[in-house]
Structure formats: structure tokens, C-alpha cells
């Protein structure tokens, strides 16, 4: 499985993005896929997970009300929505995916596979 993050950028305060985790070699129904991400300086940290299902967990509080994740089965591709961005929401975002997994996991070290990140920038 490869997979890679696009819809980062530069927004403003306020301001929505919806970043895309694409799978290739597999079919990301298969797996447990998760949204992770590390600001300068900071460790990596978990944001949402989805379940095979669609259940998302969010591990955030910082977040909730305002990201969510989905799954489109079609395009082989995950979301994290992102609505009314701040600016402490700026980081590399990475999406993450294992198989093994039955449950969403926080802990990034369980996830096998992994997308290089996707830059979100909010600044005014």
C-alpha cells in the first residue's frame, strides 16, 4: 500500500481545507486509517482515525467540532476535513494506515504504512 496526502496550503484564519489520503496497491477498506500531525518543533500527534466502517475516533480535543475524517470507497481515498482553521492547526499533516489493527490506535509506531505529509499553513 502507498499512500499520498494532497490539499494542504496556505489558508486563513477561519478558513477550510480538505486534505486527500490516496491509496494505491490496495484497497484502503481493508485497513484502519488515521490523520496525524506535527507542528515545528512539536512531537507528532494523532488527530482522527477511521475504523473500516467509517467510525471515526478523534484524539484531538483541539479539534473536534471542526475536523471530521471520511472514507470514499470509490476513489480509494480518505478525508480530513478541516473547518475554521486556526492558527495552531498549522503543521505536516500525514495520513497512516495498518491492516493488523481492529480498533484506531494513537500511537503512531503501530501504523505500517505512512504518506510523506502534506503542508497546511494558516496565516493571515
Known amino acids: 500500500l502507498q499512500l499520498v496526502e494532497s490539499g494542504g496550503g496556505l489558508v486563513q484564519p477561519g478558513g477550510s481545507l480538505r486534505l486527500s489520503c490516496a491509496g494505491s496497491g490496495n484497497h484502503l477498506d481493508l485497513f484502519i486509517v488515521a490523520w496525524f500531525r506535527q507542528g515545528p518543533g512539536k512531537d507528532r500527534e494523532p488527530v482522527l482515525c477511521?475504523?473500516?466502517?467509517?467510525?471515526?475516533?478523534t484524539y484531538a480535543d483541539s479539534v473536534k467540532g471542526r475536523f471530521s475524517i471520511s472514507r470514499d470507497g470509490a476513489t480509494n481515498t480518505v478525508y480530513l476535513q478541516m473547518n475554521n482553521l486556526k492558527p495552531e492547526d498549522a503543521a505536516s499533516y500525514y495520513c497512516?494506515?495498518?491492516?493488523?489493527?481492529?480498533?484506531?490506535?494513537?500511537?503512531?509506531?503501530?501504523?505500517?504504512?505512512w504518506g510523506r505529509g502534506n503542508q497546511v499553513t494558516v496565516s493571515s
Open positions: 477511521s475504523s473500516r466502517s467509517g467510525d471515526s475516533t
Open positions: 497512516a494506515a495498518d491492516w493488523k489493527l481492529t480498533l484506531c490506535s494513537r500511537y503512531a509506531d503501530i501504523y505500517d504504512h
